[in-house]
């Protein structure tokens, strides 16, 4: 089942590449609220990076700002990752579509 919904960005669906899907990231204007609904309906989702990478200790040394990397910085609350593991049969993946396609009517 495949649904579309506009205020999604979905990255990585280029035919000429070929993903290994580690993670799969929308982008969206609402995250903590999609996040929030998610949970509440049993789908596990997550933000990886929730700190931005340039500003992660390991990179402290390089003093960077926040203002330094807007695009990091926007992007950064915009991202979602729905779940992606080997095991999610075609009847989980069509419930976590219906459940983001829900968040949005």
């Given at each position: 089942?495949?649904?579309?919904?506009e205020?999604?960005?979905?990255?990585?669906?280029?035919p000429?590449?070929?993903?290994?899907?580690?993670?799969?990231?929308?982008?969206?204007e609402?995250c903590?609220?999609l996040?929030k609904?998610?949970?509440?309906?049993?789908?596990?989702c997550?933000?990886?990076?929730?700190?931005?990478?340039?500003?992660?200790?390991a990179?402290?040394?390089?003093?960077c700002?926040?203002?330094?990397?807007?695009?990091?910085?926007?992007?950064?609350?915009r991202i979602?990752?729905?779940?992606?593991?080997p095991e999610?049969?075609?009847?989980?993946?069509d419930?976590?579509?219906?459940?983001?396609?829900?968040?949005?009517?």
């Amino acid at each position: 089942m495949c649904k579309e919904i506009e205020d999604i960005t979905v990255y990585g669906l280029d035919p000429k590449l070929k993903a290994v899907y580690h993670l799969f990231v929308i982008e969206i204007e609402h995250c903590d609220d999609l996040k929030k609904h998610l949970q509440m309906n049993g789908v596990a989702c997550g933000i990886h990076y929730p700190i931005r990478l340039p500003m992660q200790s390991a990179y402290s040394y390089l003093r960077c700002k926040e203002s330094d990397f807007p695009e990091a910085l926007y992007k950064s609350c915009r991202i979602l990752s729905p779940p992606m593991v080997p095991e999610l049969t075609t009847k989980q993946q069509d419930y976590v579509i219906d459940k983001i396609a829900e968040f949005y009517r």
